[in-house]
């Protein structure tokens, strides 16, 4: 039975609620439905599963674009109910001829509902007896199949002999038996009487199979000795010879850039660390990024090349008439090559196939039926609904303001912890400084925990960059507890009065179980009010499978009922991809959580915010 059913606008206001589903949701489905999957350009998916405390609903909704209406049906997950569908779409079409937009109560449409309910219940009924009833006829012809048995002579057991080629009772040799076995004996005195194997004829070359004996013979004929000679001649004369090396010219100047960083050591081993910190400029978090958009430009521009395709496919005339006179209503078959060269963009700019799938899947939802507007290209109309739908996707659905955040721990007399985790190699370390030096550009005291504890010469290069910034450094050595690390750092910085604590972790794959169950008990521990996790810009498919399971493993590995997830993302290497800019959208799109900062550099400045606008234009240039 359905828990409950809805129409409501996309604006929010709800226009109709069935009254005879008075059974009260438990959470709150349709809310979570709307937040995080209708906004986050989801609504291609089949249903919504919702699981709370006490509650686990399915959802499936449908879309009236024309008149801008949602349409939800809310059951108990546990139930299969084959209704549901056909309810909707009938509903639908009921309440759309119905619908006034002046009109904010429709008391009258509930006995149109329970008459369509009934009816599709009925359909519902009739549709299982029919499968049912085709279950048992296939059932009654295998149990007659299964009746037909032989014996080992290979006469049938309850009836007559079968007929042979021989025309005896007995099976002849060769032939088969109904089962699609083969009489004992006679296959292999069949194979050699046609060319088998042992025979010196290949029975594979006669069917037009590849001949190994003749591939020789060619081989044979082809190659010549003298060839090869001359080939193992030229060979050795090239390599008597020699490059000659050029003299190294000496430079006795000074050096005029100091690579080496370490501490100096006194006579008596004792470190100095009376240097100052190092100064490199405004970070880049801090400059405004100018972006002008090339309106003409973007409206002269085709989706791609099955757009092209597919107006061509129409003929001009009628596409031309499309645009001047519009559409009534759009249909898949009008999106399908619009779509088609957007999904292929897309991917080009490393979006993962499956995202990019998926919103290509959502944006023909959300336009079906919608009417084309006059001197309106189809083309056009799919590129500016994929547009909204990125920058919905990429713009943060919460405040990413970190240094009113710290602000706001401060005044509650606790450091601000951010955790820093990702695979290996993706730069944890080095970006966990350049965060360090911008919140030092912010007057924020900030403290380094060492809790790599697993790489070798993972804490000597955290130390090399507190020693550079001048700022403190909690550290164990190698082989404890990362957890137990992260707990005393905190607690060394809640004495101290510092204000961000930067927790380094190692490097994991995110199969990697020892280590992803270390991570959950160094979150669970510690409850860190930031989970950073630090990806390359470089990867396309993997960024899917490195973030879901992230967040599946934290999920499962958590002994709480309410789990940490990933809470914001630092994209590094963003330099170094041109304009395959898609690993920012296929991240974003499958945790949610938004990209609080993009490493583009080597030095300490080199760390910016993301630029949506940019990003969604470089997406679809």
Request: proline share 2%; glycine share 8%.
């Amino acid at each position: 039975m359905l828990e409950q059913l809805l129409i409501f606008t996309r604006g929010g206001l709800i226009l109709w609620t069935c009254n005879e589903l008075s059974n009260a949701l438990k959470g709150s489905p349709i809310d979570t439905l709307i937040r995080s999957c209708l906004l986050e350009e989801r609504s291609g998916l089949a249903s919504y599963n919702y699981d709370a405390p006490g509650a686990s609903y399915t959802l499936r909704w449908t879309f009236h674009n024309e008149l801008g209406l949602v349409f939800v049906a809310v059951y108990q997950k546990i139930l299969h109910l084959l209704y549901v569908d056909d309810l909707l779409s009938m509903v639908k079409r009921e309440f759309s001829v119905v619908y006034d937009p002046s009109k904010t109560e429709y008391g009258d449409f509930n006995d149109v509902y329970r008459q369509l309910r009934l009816e599709a219940e009925a359909r519902a009924e009739e549709l299982k007896k029919s499968s049912k009833l085709g279950s048992r006829i296939v059932n009654k012809n295998q149990e007659q199949g299964q009746k037909t048995k032989f014996d080992q002579g290979g006469k049938r057991i309850g009836g007559g002999n079968l007929k042979s080629d021989s025309g005896d009772g007995d099976l002849g040799k060769g032939n088969k038996l109904e089962n699609g076995h083969v009489n004992g004996g006679t296959l292999v005195e069949d194979v050699k009487q046609r060319g088998g194997v042992n025979d010196k004829e290949n029975l594979s070359s006669n069917n037009g199979a590849f001949d190994v004996n003749k591939l020789q013979k060619l081989r044979s004929k082809g190659v010549k000795k003298n060839d090869t000679v001359v080939a193992t001649k030229g060979s050795k004369a090239d390599l008597k010879k020699k490059v000659t090396k050029k003299n190294r010219v000496w430079d006795d100047s000074p050096k005029e850039v100091k690579l080496d960083y370490t501490d100096p050591v006194t006579e008596n081993g004792d470190e100095h660390v009376n240097y100052a910190a190092a100064n490199e400029g405004e970070s880049m978090m801090d400059k405004e990024e100018v972006f002008s958009s090339d309106s003409e430009n973007e409206e002269e521009e085709q989706v791609g090349d099955g757009a092209k395709a597919g107006t061509k496919s129409k003929g001009w005339f009628s596409s031309m008439f499309q645009s001047i006179a519009g559409k009534a209503n759009l249909e898949r078959a009008d999106l399908a090559p619009a779509l088609k060269g957007l999904k292929d963009r897309l991917m080009t700019k490393n979006v993962a196939e499956e995202i990019a799938e998926k919103l290509c899947e959502s944006v023909a939802t959300s336009l079906e039926g919608k009417k084309l507007g006059s001197f309106t290209r189809i083309s056009s109309t799919v590129q500016a609904a994929m547009e909204d739908a990125l920058v919905r996707i990429l713009t943060p659905k919460r405040s990413i303001d970190i240094l009113r955040d710290v602000h706001a721990a401060k005044e509650q007399g606790k450091p601000y912890v951010v955790v820093f985790v990702g695979v290996n190699g993706v730069g944890k370390s080095t970006n966990l400084a350049k965060v360090a030096y911008w919140l030092l550009q912010h007057k924020a005291s900030v403290m380094m925990a060492a809790c790599d504890t697993f790489r070798s010469g993972a804490v000597e290069q955290l130390r090399t960059h507190a020693r550079r910034l001048q700022i403190p450094i909690f550290e164990k050595g190698y082989e404890k507890d990362p957890a137990v690390v992260a707990k005393e750092a905190i607690q060394e910085a809640t004495r101290t009065g510092s204000d961000v604590v930067l927790v380094d972790t190692a490097g994991r794959m995110q199969d990697n179980e020892p280590l992803m169950r270390a991570l959950s008990k160094l979150i669970n521990l510690n409850n860190p009010d930031l989970v950073l996790f630090v990806g390359e810009a470089l990867v396309g498919n993997d960024a899917v499978d490195q973030l879901s399971k992230f967040n599946q493993k934290l999920a499962d590995l958590s002994t709480s009922p309410n789990p940490r997830l990933i809470d914001g993302i630092l994209l590094t290497k963003f330099d170094t991809i041109d304009d395959k800019v898609g690993a920012a959208l296929s991240m974003v799109y499958i945790s949610g959580a938004p990209v609080m900062f993009v490493g583009c550099g080597q030095s300490y400045t080199d760390l910016k915010k993301l630029n949506v606008k940019s990003i969604v234009k470089t997406l679809l240039k």
